[in-house]
């Protein structure tokens, strides 16, 4: 049987039972609960435990009278029902072991691998806060720098080992000794108090707003690798602060999951105020800018609603149409719940309307929509169902049919967005490697990660951000080789646009260069040059040289640095040149010269062996010419191969 403790008052009691609920909901039973209370009245606790009714699940309320105050430093939203964990052991006599956790929180994984936590040598395990201002705070309640500052917010307990070292006293005697110069007594004293019989929990187990904002620095038990697993993968989260998910302006990234719970107990909301609170995450957020859209936006809009996957919501931003769009999309929000409308009344630029709807976002996955396009039915259906069987990846986008201006011209995009990881991040050397709005992103990635457009950036914005995750964050692409969504190809932009859009494309490709560490802004100009297809085909011979050392660059340096996958790079770069010398020993000496000066050689993968034999067929070659040159000699050959070879002097001939 699984022991958990909360202690609580009458104010707290409906967010009590909502938390006791999350855990009856995520834990297999039997699962013992123990409430240390203070006036919490008999109608409450009928309805936490009406509320549990249904589960293998005891609570049992244990009434507490604690004599002392709480010191003058503690922040108002800590009352003295927080101290009451301090008294834990004796008040629980027969229980051994029990999982503490904060009321102000909910359970969104099952407690038994917390519960399995091996304690040996220790007393109690808790999560190291990534709260930064502890790195100071510590020092003031004396620990030193080396010491880890431990949330309480949960906690797994020896009750036993601390019956036996009398810790509770200890605990009591130094609350009041220091009462009066700490600023949070129910998790100082524990700190201070068992400071080296700490164990520390990874920090799923304890979900706090600070989480997000974690940068590495400041704990001493766990890094980024774990704060991404557990943003990823959370078990518990808590509320800590003035501002709770039954507050407005809960800043709390998972305080929907706080009302998804509170729905399912006597505490619902009724719909008018639930509305108004941090709502019940939809399983995708879509996120669509427009911009005077009247034309197209009504099939737009309406591929998304008609979606086979329905569990979703619409985040719309007009960025200060000046049209009929503003009308349009009202009509929609009226009709659709799902639809959310927000407006710029001045246009502020497509990547910052798209940041919007990125902050408001809290579906599990949030896919990209333009105003001009039109979704396949099943779109997010598929998108989902391939996120949810491949968790590596984080962005996903699709082929797509394309609408062109001409009837005649073809339907296929091209080229074709390539459809792996690996073959993705090599082609964003030149282009996105997606369609910017078919794309599909993780939620918890995206909110982990502050996934956001350069406002900078106001073309090429996509190209911008899926280098900068791909190369910074570490992220992991697919697209879905099925034509997933009906993408309307514009006219041709007029040459001032088309000229911005390769001035930021060219901005992202002399970045990539960095990434490869390239420094020198010479070398950096070419990479741009190259990447960016600048040179046109006189330039390319003119310069041939010069851009086949920069590719062996390229290819030295991605080994270096392994931004992308070294076999499909090579199989990207290389292409061109394997073809150009594909028959090289046939130009004769000539050829092999050209070969032997040729920079990336080595990575044609010719062996010594095959190079001697390409010799001898070049001397041959040789031989051949030098002989075909000669006026009688020649023309005797020409004759002859003519009489033996027809077809190689006057070609096949149909008859």
Known sequence: M??????????????????????????PGPIAVHVLEKNITAASKEK??????????????????????????????????????????????????????????????SLQPLWDTDLTGKLIALVESPWRKYETYKREIGLSASDPYFNSGTMVVDLKGMRAQNIEKALIDCFLDKRESIEFPDQDVINIVLRGRILSLHPKWSIVRATYDYNGKGTLTYGKAEVAEAKASPAIVQFSGKLKPWHSGCRHPLGYMYNAVRQRTPWALPEE?????????????????????????????????D?????????????????STPAMLATYAKNDSRVRILRNETSRGLPSALNVGFNLAVGKYIARMDDDDISEPTRLEEQVSFMNSNPDIHVC??????IRPFWHEPPEYTPAPPESDRKIKVAMLHRPGMIHPTVMLRGDYVRAKQVRYNPEFLKAQDYELWTRLAFEQSARFHNLQKPLLKYRAKMADPREIRSQQENFAYRVISRNARYLGFTDQAAIDLHARWAAKKFNQQ????????????????????????????GALEQELLAPYKSDFKDFHKEGSAGIARFEA????????????????????????????????????GLLMRLGIALIYPEKVFGKVKI
Do not use: C
């Not at 509320?51 to 503690?74: L, N, P």
């Not at 941090?278 to 099939?299: D, F, Q, W």
């Not at 979606?307 to 049209?323: A, R, V």
């Open 2 to 27: 699984i022991h958990v403790i909360f202690a609580s008052d009458e104010n707290y009691a409906p967010h009590l039972g909502v938390h006791i609920r999350s855990i009856a909901e995520t834990t």
């Open 397 to 402: 986008g699709t082929n797509v049919t394309v």
């Open 48 to 109: 936490i435990k009406a509320s549990v009714q249904s589960f293998d699940i005891s609570v049992e309320f244990i009434k507490i009278e604690f004599e002392h105050e709480i010191g003058k430093r503690t922040p108002e939203y800590i009352n003295e029902v927080a101290m009451y964990r301090l008294l834990m052991p004796n008040l629980l006599p027969s229980v051994d072991k029990a999982i503490y956790i904060d009321v102000d929180a909910v359970t969104i994984s």
């Open 598 to 633: 040729f920079p990336l050689r080595s990575y044609l993968r010719i062996s010594k062996e095959q190079l001697e034999e390409y010799k001898r067929h070049a001397e041959k070659k040789d031989r051949m010419d030098k002989l075909l040159s000669s006026p009688v000699i």
């Open 273 to 305: 105020e639930y509305g108004k609170a941090v709502p019940i995450r939809p399983l995708v957020s879509v996120v669509m800018a427009t911009r005077n859209g009247e034309k197209t936006i009504g099939e737009a809009v309406q591929s998304i609603l």
């Open 539 to 566: 330039q390319l011979a003119k310069r041939y040289r010069d851009i086949a050392k920069h590719v062996k660059s390229v290819l030295w340096a991605n080994k270096q640095h392994g931004l992308f996958d070294q």
């Open 307 to 323: 979606q086979t996957l329905s569990d979703l919501e619409f985040i719309i931003i007009d960025d200060g149409s000046t049209d």
